[in-house]
């Protein structure tokens, strides 16, 4: 299977802070990369498809980039709502996602 | 509107069973997948496996082979999971998830499972 990895693992960030989270994986990937987004006690939520694809309805402060083995999610201004953990996930070969991001309010 | 909504929560001893129930509304059930996902107390994401819901074609995690069984009820528009032989790691919130573009667009709003004697 292809291992994932994400840093920060955890991050404290302020209201307004630009914040960028990482993601990489074992072996390329091309752009078969997503991310999520989940609050406590909530189901995740799609952000990002195909590395760079804003799903329908997400604010456009959000923004994915990368190809390969190397993709970011990047939040351009964080709002209150956005304090929640991010993960990976690669649909290239036998699904799995990465250990994830947690991020709260500094 | 597009959503899929879950059977409740589940108190099981170890070794029984469980079935979880996924019933969709808003789409047309055969035209997606649906994927299962679960999570542990605390933990990360761990993909299940998937059913399409056109076919029934099933392609599982190897690590839960041979304990997992998914299918669909295309005359409700329902996807069911069945875990076997239950261990107490088995105790999770169970999701099902909309397969679209390789991604998962729609998820139920999980089923919480608990394994203990």
């Known amino acids: 299977d292809i291992q994932m990895t994400q840093s920060p693992s955890s991050l404290s960030a302020s209201v307004g802070d630009r914040v960028t989270i990482t993601c990489r994986t074992s072996?390329?990937?091309?752009?078969?990369l997503n991310w999520y987004q989940q609050k406590p006690g909530k189901a995740p939520k799609l952000l990002i498809y195909a590395a760079s694809s804003l799903q329908s309805g997400v604010p456009s402060r959000f923004s994915g980039s990368g190809s390969g083995t190397d993709f970011t999610l990047t939040i351009s201004s964080l709002q209150p709502e956005d304090f929640a953990t991010y993960y990976c996930?690669?649909?290239?070969?036998?699904?799995?996602f990465g250990p994830g991001t947690k991020l709260d309010i500094k | 509107q597009v959503q899929l909504v879950q059977s409740g929560a589940e108190v099981k001893k170890p070794g029984a069973s469980v079935k979880v129930s996924c019933k969709a509304s808003g789409y047309t059930f055969t035209t997606y997948g649906i994927n299962w996902v679960r999570q542990a107390p605390g933990q990360g994401l761990e993909w299940m496996g998937w059913i399409s819901a056109y076919n029934g074609n099933t392609n599982y995690a190897q690590k839960l082979q041979g304990r997992v069984t998914m299918t669909t009820d295309t005359s409700t528009s329902t996807a069911y999971m069945e875990v076997r032989s239950l261990r107490s790691d088995d105790t999770a919130v169970f999701y099902c998830a909309r397969d679209s573009r390789d991604s998962f667009d729609i998820w139920g709003q999980g089923t919480m499972v608990t394994v203990s004697s």
């Open positions: 996930q690669q649909s290239y070969s036998t699904l799995t």
């Open positions: 072996q390329s990937i091309s752009t078969y």
